[in-house]
């Protein structure tokens, strides 16, 4: 485990330049990288990285926010949840600003509705253990950083025989969508993968799709000097005419992964197709819960019928998602769509690619 | 659009709250007094100047390490009047209890004011008691008002930033914040974060006693050193630039933000200041703030600009550079 007095060396305005200088001596062609992780992007923002880069250099924002790219229809069933009698909605803070089709959570809340912002899905295991006469319903967003904990959760549940607990499962798993990505519509020139994710399931889960493509690929982590040495490594891919996956953090990063992890989420979850906001339905992208824990699956507890909704009018979340367009781009962006009025969830996310527009690029 | 129910984001000290602010309350009340929407309202009366202000405290927990909703219902109040560069004299204190809130929780409670307002060196000399039945409130709310004297020769304000002016920052960064969520979550951590409730007039004299040409004075609570820094900026239509390795954060602090993804510049602050002071003056008052008592962690953090006016930035430890944005909605539920 790194102290803070080490992760000071991530900061080091002597290591960045030397990196930033690197990057400028080598970098030739113009290109796009695609960033997928939303963490990276407010990283990068918060950094200032993006001042620092050679013109050259795009760096596009892509799907890695798994709230932005929840489907509206599945953001409208957690908000009919959260209408339900005696029930308790669980999540993770950022769900309950995005916008539905006609509310959202944090206005449910307003009217009156039980929901709850947890930090771990443990917690709301214990709400279903305090409270046995009501049914406690966990919203399940995230990649494979998340699903192994949700995971453990519910076997948690099921070991405490608990029969008021359940998870809708709107999980998302990150290689397929590269997939997407790589065949869509605009040209990206290098990936920079992401980090936790990564650390669940390995660099090689990412082999196939490079075989496939033979782009430049590379995990990196968070810290200003991991996001530079990340992007440099793309650089000299790219320059190199040689791409490879490569792995720029290793101390977090391993080649199989973390197996329990994948163990746990495999234990519980089996791969299904998924809708993403944005890219459309992405074939074995998404998990859902097993017939074997059917007891613990909101779809089945709730009969949860999805609704085809319509994206919001004018919104270009699935172009930013997919890096065609950036914020600025959007006909919405700032006018009517802003962190106090979102319009749709890139917006209102903590990862979301136009919420760290908003924050972080100003008028540019 | 227009929401029509009030939310906890109306709450946060962010934009939310600025826009129900400007959109409701100052055409209600329609005065200029209010419209400098300064810490506290300056008022010329006969014979000078008071500055008069007011805060109410629904923190939860009501009792938390470095503090309790008593000693911040009197320093909260306390330092928004030394914020106008007064001296606070008076406080009023208003109670709304919840019925069923233990006697013993009172008792202490009301101990803690006390002794706050001894060590604050004010008096509080008004008050109200109400009780609600059990629902109507969530265990006790206190509001406290409190009035001070302007010497006539102190103009501070919001407005009154300048290019030139150097920032300075009295001490760590985000201590209370953090302590209240660690707190309500119940996230047992091995670090002792503790509030840093306390009152900061003694402070404020020795400023102005420097004789210096103080420009503002503010105290970051809500929405934090960064949504304090985008207020000055907006009033004063002046830019500011910070620097993030200049940033007092203590770092127990710091890696309890990074491992909860919080951003330590948006986070409360109970017991620290900002000032504004022209470049020339800086360094003098910056050794008198670290000579106070809650004050020796004090540092320039950054300067007033003629660029971008009405922004602020930031220039990050690696030498890039970001803008530094207002905090929009609630980062945490009610912390003071």
Redesign the interface.
């Known amino acids: 485990m790194m102290t803070?007095k080490q992760s000071d060396a991530f900061?080091?305005?002597q290591i960045?330049?030397h990196l930033t200088e690197r990057i400028t001596r080598a970098s030739r062609r113009p290109v796009r990288f695609m960033e997928v992780c939303g963490t990276h992007t407010v990283s990068i923002?918060?950094?200032?990285?993006?001042?620092?880069l050679p013109e050259t250099i795009a760096l596009l924002s892509g799907p890695g926010c798994p709230v932005c790219v929840t489907a509206q229809k599945e953001i409208d069933a957690f908000i009919a949840l959260a209408r339900e009698p005696e029930t308790i909605v669980v999540t993770f803070g950022d769900l309950i600003?995005v916008p539905g089709s006609g509310s959202s959570l944090?206005?449910e809340k307003?009217?009156g509705a039980d929901v709850r912002i947890v930090?771990s899905t443990f917690d709301a295991v214990n709400l279903a253990r305090e409270n046995p006469d009501k049914r406690v319903v966990f919203l399940g967003v995230g990649f494979e950083t998340t699903a192994p904990t949700v995971a453990a959760a519910i076997l948690a549940a099921h070991q405490q025989k608990l029969d008021n607990f359940s998870v809708v499962s709107a999980h998302k798993t990150v290689p397929m969508a590269l997939e997407a990505l790589a065949d869509g519509e605009i040209n990206i020139n290098g990936f920079l993968l992401p980090g936790h994710v990564s650390v669940i399931i390995g660099l090689d889960a990412y082999r196939p799709f490079f075989e496939t493509h033979r782009v430049p690929c590379v995990v990196a982590g968070f810290e200003?000097?991991d996001l530079?040495q990340g992007i440099a490594m793309l650089v000299d891919q790219v320059e190199s005419g040689q791409p490879a996956l490569e792995n720029a953090y290793p101390r977090a990063v391993s080649a199989a992964g973390n197996p329990k992890a994948m163990a746990v989420m495999n234990e519980v979850f089996e791969i299904a197709d998924a809708d993403w906001r944005g890219l459309g339905t992405i074939p074995a992208s998404g998990l859902t819960i097993r017939e074997a824990y059917a007891a613990f699956d909101a779809v089945k507890v709730f009969d949860i019928q999805l609704k085809p909704a319509p994206e919001p009018k004018g919104c270009a979340c699935g172009q930013i998602l997919t890096g065609v367009k950036i914020p600025p781009q959007c006909p919405l962006y700032k006018t009517v769509c802003?962190?106090?009025?979102p319009v749709g969830p890139c917006m209102v996310s903590?990862e979301g690619t136009c919420a760290a527009y908003?924050?972080?690029?100003?008028d540019g | 659009?227009k929401?029509d129910?009030?939310?906890?984001?109306h709450g946060s000290g962010g934009?939310?709250s600025h826009?129900l602010t400007a959109s409701l309350l100052l055409p209600a009340f329609d005065n200029p007094a209010l419209a400098m929407l300064d810490d506290g309202a300056t008022l010329r009366v006969a014979g000078g100047r008071i500055a008069f202000s007011t805060d109410t405290y629904v923190v939860d927990p009501l009792f938390f390490p470095g503090g309790s909703i008593g000693d911040l219902a009197i320093n909260g109040t306390v330092n928004d009047v030394a914020m106008c560069g007064a001296a606070p004299l008076y406080l009023s204190v208003g109670m709304v209890i919840e019925e069923g809130f233990p006697m013993a929780d009172l008792e202490r409670v009301v101990a803690e004011m006390g002794r706050a307002a001894r060590l604050a060196g004010v008096t509080v000399v008004t008050g109200d008691t109400k009780v609600v039945p059990k629902g109507a409130a969530d265990k006790i709310f206190i509001n406290t008002a409190g009035i001070g004297v302007v010497d006539e020769n102190v103009n501070v304000s919001g407005a009154n930033a300048r290019p030139g002016d150097m920032v300075i920052l009295s001490g760590t960064m985000a201590d209370h914040g953090m302590t209240i969520l660690t707190q309500r979550?119940g996230?047992a951590f091995e670090s002792d974060i503790k509030s840093d409730s306390a009152p900061l007039n003694h402070m404020v004299a020795d400023i102005l006693g420097t004789g210096c040409d103080i420009h503002v004075l503010r105290d970051p609570t809500r929405g934090g050193v960064g949504t304090t820094l985008n207020e000055i900026a907006d009033k004063s239509k002046a830019g500011i630039r910070i620097y993030e390795?200049r940033l007092p954060v203590r770092?127990a602090v710091?890696?309890i933000c990074e491992i909860?993804?919080f951003?330590p510049l948006y986070v409360a602050n109970e017991g620290k200041l900002l000032a504004f002071v022209p470049a020339d003056q800086a360094d003098h008052v910056l050794t008198v703030v670290q000579r106070s008592p809650y004050g020796k962690d004090a540092c320039i953090i950054g300067e007033v600009t003629h660029d971008?006016p009405g922004?602020v930035f930031?220039?990050?430890?690696?030498?890039?550079?970001?803008?530094v944005?207002m905090l929009?909605?609630e980062q945490l539920p009610r912390i003071c």
């Open positions: 803070l900061h080091d305005p960045a330049r923002f918060r950094s200032g990285i993006r001042s620092l600003r944090q206005r307003a009217d930090y200003p000097a530079l802003n962190p106090m009025a903590s908003y924050r972080y690029h100003g | 659009m929401p129910k009030i939310l906890l984001d934009k939310m826009r979550q996230l390795d770092p710091s890696g909860l993804g951003d971008h922004r930031m220039r990050t430890r690696i030498g890039g550079e970001r803008i944005d929009a909605g």
